[in-house]
Every structure is written in C-alpha cells, then in structure tokens.
C-alpha cells in the first residue's frame, strides 16, 4: 500500500508550526518558525502577511531538506489558525488588509455600534456571542468600512488565516464554520449560515463575506509556484480546515458530548464539546470541526503570556543559570514558586494584562496584582500569576456545570504548558478537579491534518481520525483538599475585584 503523507498548517499568534503525518495517523516530522507581528501600537496588532507566508515555506522546505519527507507523498494540506485572523483580499486574492488578530482593540467603537444596533440579547440568539473589538471579526470589518473606505470598496471578500492560507495555496476563497463563529455575522445556534439580519442592520455587505463549507471539505488543488518548485504535486488537495483550538481538541478526543479538554500556552483554553447549541454569554461559543456539535470555549487570553512576562522581567538571572539537575530557566522559576506558600501570601492576581475575553469581556481590563506588603517578594509574585490563572480556571468550570448541568471531575489538558507539574498540581487544587496531561504539544497542526485526512477519505470520519492519534499520558495529577481553606479563600477575592475595578480602567486609560 502506497504511503500517504497528510500535511497540517498551524498559523499561531507569532510563530507557524507545520506537522506531516501518515495515514494512520502517526507524527512523522514537524518544523516550526517565528514570523513579525505589525504592532505600531498599544491597540493594533496585525500579522505580516508577507513574513509568516515566508515561514510557511520555510518549514515545508525543511521538512523536505532536513527531515527526508517526500514531498510527492504529500497528499493533501489542512489549515489550522488562530482566532479570529481578518484580513481582506480583492478579487484576484490579494491581500488589502493583513490579518487583524483577536488582541487587536482598534475597533472598541464598532463593538459598541454592533451592541445599540443590533443588541447584546438579538446578537446572542443568532451568533451565540457577544460584541468585543479583535475577538469578534464583524468589528475589525465594520472598524475597516469606517476607516478604511477605499479598501472596504476594493475587498472583494473578507477572511480568517485559513481563509488566507486556502488562497495562496489553492487560489480560491472559504471559510469554515468554527471560523465563522467568531465574525458575530453568522448563525452559530440556528442554520450556519451568514445572517442577513445582521450584516443588513450593521452595513456589512454579506456578499463580501466567503462561501462557507465543513472542515473537511477540499477547497482546491495546489497552485502555489514555490510549494510545486519544492516537489510537491498539483493534485495535492487543500483541505480548509479550522480554528486551532477546535482542531487541537479534535486531535486530544474531544468529539463528542461531554468531553472537556484544557489547552495552555500563551492563552488559556477550556473546551467543551456539547451536542445541543445551549449557551452562556461567558463562553465564546462556535460550531466545531466535528459536524453536529458545538463547543464552549472559555478562552483566557493572557495566561501564559502572564507568566512569561515575570520571566522576562523578574527572573532575567535564571535565564542563563543552570541547575545541578540540569533544570534552566522556567522550570526553575517554577521550583521557586513551589517554594511560596499555598496562597502566595495574601497576594492574588488578576490576568488580565491586555484586556480579557472569557468571562469579563472587556477590552480595558489590564492586571492587577492584589495584596502586595513589604514582605512581598518576587517569588510570591511568580506563584500568584499560576494561581491567578488557576483560579480563573475555577471560574469558567463552575460556569460550565451551570450551563451543561453535569459536574466536572476531571479534564485532560494539552500543550506545553500543561506539562509544568508545580502548575498543574496548583490548578488541580484550586479547581478541586483531577487533570490528565496528555503528551500532546502542537495539537492544531495535527488536527488539521487529520481533518486533511478525512477530506480525501484516508479517514472515514472525524471519529475515526481522531481515534486513531495516540493519546499517552504524560502525567496524571489528583487534587489535594490540603489547602482548600486558604484556596476558597483567595478565590472569593479574585471573583470579587474585578467588579470592583471594572470602572476604573477606563478612568486610568482616559477612556469616556
């Protein structure tokens, strides 16, 4: 039987990841590089189209050159990306507007035009999400109409990543429906189509809006000049493909009603796979890649890039310090937080740092740490980011039960972040609920290329794709009741400050 390849593309926030595996699902090989962010300042945060398609290249030629994969065994590419990823093309598929990534809060006014035009009850019946400038992309749509005329006249249509990624490689435009779900344009709980209602009200011309097809489905054969140059064949098929966090969880097993599955890394996911479109205004809701179910996201978008930031900036020494246990940098850092008391001392901290999706919403909002005193040193500081974090986790679990009815025991969690055993155990303990961490790093691309798979029938369905990913336990961690008290504690503070200051951001960023 001839080897198929199935290649899967994950355009995160600032890097690309590129993973090929065979028919039966198993790794193969997997390159990765950074690409530039256009940020000229505190609100506007777009993609270097140019830069990451370079990436992109740059990883399959690697993949070919370094690692030995045949390119000709290559038979279809699926898309993972972040989102949502707007970007704008003309009709030949230029791109007018390089991709408006879901931190970017240039279009605050626009989220609130959406609110008074539409309203916050109307938009979540149809859409099963709420207004916010960057994570909804109908904002960053109306913010280019509002600013940007002449391009708004030029776009032929818009799109997410995927829907940029489908052009350059196939030539032809698509969205899927777990991307359509963040354009607050489209009818996550009703029929899955773009919503007339809308688009009329708000002055989005639903015509500049791109056919809408299944994760599965194959938008075209391959076109590019250089991935051709490279050996791969003009019939590799492009398959569409879907956001990253639903692609990575199809790849963890979570397919059906009631699987739950936590991703860490620079954001902070909570998926939930549900069966019926029965929803809360604190989860960012989308249909799934897996057809006929739904999931809730609580998405916290500053998790790891909280503690990432005490590294760069309270533990530079650590950096280049390594231990007799050959431990270096973050793992060290995370020894020292071990090394604070449960509770870090008082000091509880909000993650906020650049505004927040899940559960607040708010574009404003920024961290806070919470009971400083001048016993407070930096290793209290490191422990209240992985708390603060943990018991944000707390919050959307409790919020789930609320909504589904069911209690949660126990979840599986993915990602680099999830492997930190001094965190995890923290978020076990906080949340009360055991974790499986799963040794899965880089999900998305895997799912993508699975969804590949299913395109071209080497996988019957999404349920066989899925199943066929080997899913080792890297640990497994029980919860402790042994610092519930001051736990509860803490938590009570962290659910209550953010009311209390809500106000106040606005006051400190000037804004009416």
């Given at each position: 039987?001839?080897?198929?390849?199935?290649?899967?593309?994950?355009?995160g926030t600032?890097?690309i990841?590129?993973?090929?595996?065979?028919?039966?699902?198993r790794?193969?090989?997997?390159?990765?590089?950074?690409?530039?962010?256009i940020n000229?300042?505190q609100?506007?945060?777009?993609i270097d189209?140019?830069d990451?398609?370079?990436?992109?290249?740059?990883?399959?030629?690697?993949?070919?050159?370094?690692h030995?994969?045949e390119?000709g065994?290559?038979k279809?590419i699926?898309?993972?990306?972040?989102?949502?990823?707007l970007?704008?093309f003309d009709?030949?598929?230029?791109?007018l507007?390089d991709p408006?990534?879901?931190?970017d809060?240039?279009s605050?006014?626009e989220?609130?035009?959406?609110?008074?035009t539409i309203g916050?009850q109307?938009?979540?019946?149809i859409?099963?999400?709420?207004p916010m400038?960057?994570?909804?992309?109908?904002?960053s749509?109306?913010w280019?109409?509002r600013?940007l005329?002449?391009?708004?006249?030029?776009?032929r249509y818009f799109?997410h990543?995927?829907?940029?990624?489908?052009?350059?490689?196939?030539g032809?435009?698509a969205?899927d429906?777990?991307?359509?779900?963040?354009t607050?344009?489209y009818?996550?709980a009703g029929r899955g189509?773009?919503?007339?209602?809308i688009c009329?009200?708000?002055g989005i011309?639903?015509?500049?809006l791109p056919p809408?097809?299944?994760?599965t489905d194959v938008?075209?054969?391959l076109?590019h000049p250089?991935l051709l140059a490279m050996?791969?064949?003009?019939?590799t098929?492009i398959?569409?493909g879907?956001?990253?966090t639903?692609c990575?969880?199809?790849?963890a097993?979570v397919?059906?009603?009631g699987?739950v599955?936590?991703?860490?890394?620079?954001?902070n996911?909570l998926?939930?796979c549900?069966e019926?479109?029965k929803?809360?205004?604190?989860?960012?809701?989308?249909?799934h890649v897996?057809?006929?179910a739904?999931?809730?996201q609580?998405?916290?978008?500053?998790t790891?890039?909280?503690y990432?930031?005490?590294?760069?900036?309270?533990?530079q020494d650590?950096?280049?310090y390594?231990?007799?246990?050959?431990?270096?940098?973050m793992?060290?850092?995370?020894d020292?937080?071990?090394?604070?008391?449960p509770?870090?001392d008082g000091?509880v901290?909000l993650?906020?740092m650049?505004?927040?999706r899940?559960?607040v919403?708010d574009p404003?909002a920024?961290?806070?740490f919470?009971?400083?005193?001048?016993?407070?040193?930096?290793?209290?500081?490191?422990?209240?980011?992985?708390?603060?974090?943990?018991?944000?986790?707390?919050q959307l679990?409790?919020?789930?039960?609320k909504?589904t009815?069911?209690?949660?025991i126990?979840?599986?969690s993915?990602?680099?972040?999830a492997?930190?055993k001094?965190w995890?155990?923290i978020k076990?303990d906080?949340?009360g609920?055991?974790?499986?961490?799963?040794?899965?790093?880089?999900?998305?691309?895997?799912g993508?290329?699975?969804?590949?798979g299913?395109?071209?029938?080497?996988?019957?369905?999404v349920?066989e794709a899925?199943?066929k990913v080997?899913k080792?336990?890297y640990?497994e961690?029980r919860h402790?009741?042994?610092?519930?008290?001051?736990?509860?504690?803490?938590?009570q503070?962290?659910t209550?400050?953010?009311?209390?200051?809500?106000?106040?951001?606005?006051?400190?960023?000037?804004?009416q």
């Open positions: 039987m001839e080897e198929i390849y199935l290649l899967g593309v994950d355009v600032s890097s990841k590129v993973t090929v595996i065979d028919q039966e699902a790794f193969v090989a997997q390159e990765s590089a950074a690409y530039r962010l000229p300042n609100v506007s945060i777009q189209t140019a990451m398609w370079n990436a992109f290249t740059g990883c399959v030629g690697a993949l070919i050159s370094k030995g994969v390119p065994k290559i279809a699926g898309i993972s990306s972040l989102c949502p990823g970007a704008a009709a030949d598929g230029r791109v507007v408006i990534i879901y931190s809060r240039r605050t006014e989220a609130e035009i959406f609110r008074q916050n109307r938009l979540f019946e859409t099963a999400n709420s400038a960057g994570a909804m992309s109908g904002t749509m109306l280019i109409k600013n005329p002449e391009i708004y006249e030029k776009t799109g990543v995927n829907t940029l990624i489908a052009v350059m490689l196939s032809n435009f969205i429906h777990s991307n359509a779900s963040y607050l344009l009818e996550t189509v773009w919503s007339e209602e009329g009200k708000i011309d639903i015509h500049k809408l097809v299944k994760s938008v075209g054969n076109i250089v050996g791969l064949s003009p019939e098929k398959v569409i879907g956001g990253d639903a990575a969880t199809l790849a097993g397919v059906k009603q699987d599955c936590e991703s860490v890394g620079t954001t996911v998926t939930v549900v019926e479109p929803f809360s205004p604190n989860f960012i809701n989308r249909r897996v057809d006929g739904w999931i809730y609580g998405a916290m978008s500053h790891g890039s909280s990432q930031w005490i590294y760069d900036n309270f533990y650590y950096k280049d390594p231990s007799v246990t050959g431990k270096q940098g793992m060290l850092m995370n020292d937080a071990e090394q604070a008391e509770g870090a000091l901290f993650p906020y650049m505004g927040e899940s559960p919403w404003y920024r961290g806070v919470f009971g400083l005193s001048l016993k407070t040193t930096r290793r209290e500081m490191n422990r209240a980011v992985l708390e603060g974090c943990a018991y944000g986790l707390r679990i409790e919020m789930v039960e909504v009815g069911q209690k949660l126990k979840f599986s993915i990602g680099g972040g492997k930190s001094v995890a155990q076990a906080i949340t609920r055991d974790i499986t961490v799963l040794d899965m790093n880089d999900m998305a691309p895997v993508a290329a699975l969804l590949a299913v395109g071209i029938g080497v996988f019957k369905d349920y899925s199943a080997e080792s336990v640990m961690i402790s009741d042994a610092y519930k008290e001051v736990y509860d504690r803490r938590y503070v962290y209550g400050l953010y009311p209390s200051v809500k106000e106040l951001y606005k006051v400190n960023l000037g804004v």
